[in-house]
């Protein structure tokens, strides 16, 4: 399948990925997630726009990686005409449960933004190129009834596509969204913000590195985004 000239773009492509990768190792003082960097980058866009900052919830990150995870990878579930979105008794059914939120501390979720692209792409191009492509999506981010936010990343199967999950609530920080022995379950893959951990939200790759997957990301860069 990959002809010579697409095998020297591939590579290309992964020494390009190898020396971003190494060169974000070297950046030691921002968190290491992709998922808190995408936060920073919506509180700074918030406060911009003379919003509030939020405060980064752990157990609304992990539900945030747990939406992600119920489309199973379906990139083509998140937009378009058969657009599909998790049932709101799933926070309480299934999501929660899996990351350890004490279900009495569940508040409510004040907006939502979801994108997916067959590519990594840094957060900060997540923001501009998949989450904002709507300008829905930025009149939910700019909501002022937030107060907290959780944000989660997560490729499928060890590779593409990838998707972007952004979750607001208008809940106490201190008392919702609250982790059994107040510790986050991390899970891999995937990456969610307010857990102080490091995170690569291309990981997978090297464990299941698959050169076609790649090769396609490259030339098909699908995105959806959908803000509820
Ligand atoms: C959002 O924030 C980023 C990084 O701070 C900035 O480059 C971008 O222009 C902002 N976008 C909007 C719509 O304010
Ligand atoms: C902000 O979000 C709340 C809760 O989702 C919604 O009721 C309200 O209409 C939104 N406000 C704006 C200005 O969009
Ligand atoms: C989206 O917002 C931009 C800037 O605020 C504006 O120029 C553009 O017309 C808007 N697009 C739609 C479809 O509303
Ligand atoms: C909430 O958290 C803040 C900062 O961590 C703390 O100063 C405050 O006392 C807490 N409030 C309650 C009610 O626990």
């Not at 590579?11 to 190494?22: A, E, V």
């Not at 003082?29 to 918030?46: F, G, M, Q, W």
């Not at 699908?222 to 803000?227: D, V």
Request: proline residues 4%; charged residues 15%; aromatic residues 8%.
């Amino acid at each position: 399948m990959c002809s010579s000239m697409a095998t020297s773009l591939c590579i290309t492509f992964l020494c390009t990925l190898f020396i971003c990768s190494s060169a974000a190792h070297d950046e030691k003082k921002v968190t290491n997630n992709p998922a808190d960097e995408l936060v920073a980058i919506v509180n700074s866009n918030r406060t911009a726009h003379k919003a509030a900052s939020l405060d980064n919830n752990p157990g609304l990150g992990c539900l945030a990686l747990q939406y992600i995870k119920a489309y199973q990878g379906k990139c083509d579930d998140v937009g378009g005409s058969n657009a599909k979105k998790p049932a709101d008794s799933e926070f309480a059914e299934t999501f929660a449960p899996n990351c350890g939120v004490e279900a009495t501390t569940l508040s409510p979720i004040t907006g939502r933004v979801l994108g997916c692209q067959s590519k990594y792409v840094t957060p900060d191009k997540a923001f501009t190129e998949i989450l904002t492509m709507k300008n829905r999506s930025l009149n939910i981010i700019y909501n002022t009834t937030h107060t907290e936010v959780g944000a989660a990343v997560s490729g499928s199967d060890g590779g593409g596509p990838y998707f972007w999950c952004v979750l607001f609530s208008n809940g106490k920080s201190n008392s919702s969204f609250q982790l059994e022995g107040g510790v986050a379950k991390i899970t891999r893959p995937g990456c969610f913000s307010g857990a102080n951990d490091e995170c690569s939200g291309a990981d997978g790759w090297s464990q299941n590195l698959n050169i076609l997957t790649v090769f396609v990301g490259v030339f098909a860069a699908i995105a959806y985004t959908i803000g509820v």
